[in-house]
């Protein structure tokens, strides 16, 4: 499901500033790909909870209370956008709530309200929600041995007081636990199209399809973005000499000595739902994975198209 944010951070006013010299290098030619929009917009500062921003508290929606909370979440914000229909149960909850490997966060403010949420949804036997409008793209990445998680079911509540503090904490926690715990390559995301300048001068994201009508938000367009994590972990140990990356989020992400720890604590708060639980939510419970189809992916794409994924 394409990703809701506040559109006061995919809408900024644009702001020219001094030419800079790049590096040379994998990660410079990375930047210069989307140095223009870069380049034409305002910082983006994200305020410390010590300086008067609101505290937050993410941690992952295991049990089954949390998981309610978060799919209602995401009912309320995408209803208001018209990108769910009404619905009795007031819930957003999809088939990949079943399988084993999901992984939902849910951030509360400091009264306990819920304020955030994000999932994953993991590459394995299972479709990846995406696949459904992007299949052939889906299945050229995967051909080409990358292994993908998919952001999806983003939502922040506009007035939680701090949504730019918030959208990091939810974007780094999830990028540890796809990168550390769960071994991925690369982010995949379907997002509106008006929000994804946001997502590329903010989060690097590339554009990896394009724009088409997505039925399940009533029809809203899509665009798939893709993320290279290996470009995302450079950044995060480049941030604090690099101007130009300043201008993105990457800055206020944990440093890479501190992702081990929270990969182990969010490894350690996952759970799978049980059978009941699963029946709860109207869901039938999905086994833990125990392949992948990228090798019959792989005899299924055309020659060229082989060729363009492994490249």
Do not use: W
């Not at 604090?240 to 440093?255: G, K």
């Not at 799978?272 to 999905?286: F, P």
């Amino acid at each position: 499901m394409p990703a809701l944010e506040n559109d006061t951070l995919a809408q900024r006013e644009a702001r020219p500033v001094p030419e800079r010299t790049v590096r040379a290098s994998a990660l410079s030619q990375a930047l210069r790909a989307i140095r223009d929009e870069l380049v034409r917009t305002d910082p983006l500062p994200v305020p410390e909870a010590q300086n008067g921003a609101r505290r937050f508290t993410v941690r992952v929606a295991g049990d089954l209370s949390s998981r309610l909370r978060a799919y209602r979440l995401a009912y309320a914000l995408y209803r208001q956008k018209g990108y769910v229909a009404e619905d009795q149960r007031a819930m957003v909850v999809e088939p990949y709530d079943a399988q084993a490997q999901t992984f939902t966060l849910l951030a509360e403010d400091e009264g306990g309200r819920a304020v955030g949420t994000v999932s994953l949804v993991f590459d394995s036997d299972a479709r990846l929600p995406c696949a459904d409008l992007y299949g052939e793209e889906v299945a050229t990445m995967q051909a080409g041995g990358r292994r993908l998680a998919e952001v999806t079911r983003l939502a922040v509540a506009p007035d939680c007081g701090g949504e730019k503090q918030l959208l990091v904490r939810l974007f780094n926690l999830a990028y540890v636990y796809a990168r550390r715990v769960m071994g991925c390559t690369d982010f995949v995301i379907e997002v509106n199209p008006r929000h994804a300048p946001f997502y590329r001068r903010a989060l690097l994201f590339e554009a990896a399809g394009t724009q088409r009508p997505c039925p399940r938000v009533n029809g809203a367009p899509a665009l798939l973005l893709r993320l290279d994590l290996d470009l995302g972990e450079e950044l995060v140990a480049c941030a604090p000499n690099d101007p130009l990356i300043a201008r993105t989020l990457y800055p206020y992400f944990q440093e890479g000595r501190l992702e081990e720890e929270l990969a182990r604590r969010l490894k350690a708060q996952q759970r799978t739902l049980t059978a009941d639980e699963a029946a709860r939510l109207g869901l039938a419970l999905r086994p833990e994975p125990v392949s992948n189809k990228r090798v019959a992916l792989r005899s299924l794409l055309p020659e060229k198209a082989t060729e363009r994924g492994a490249g």
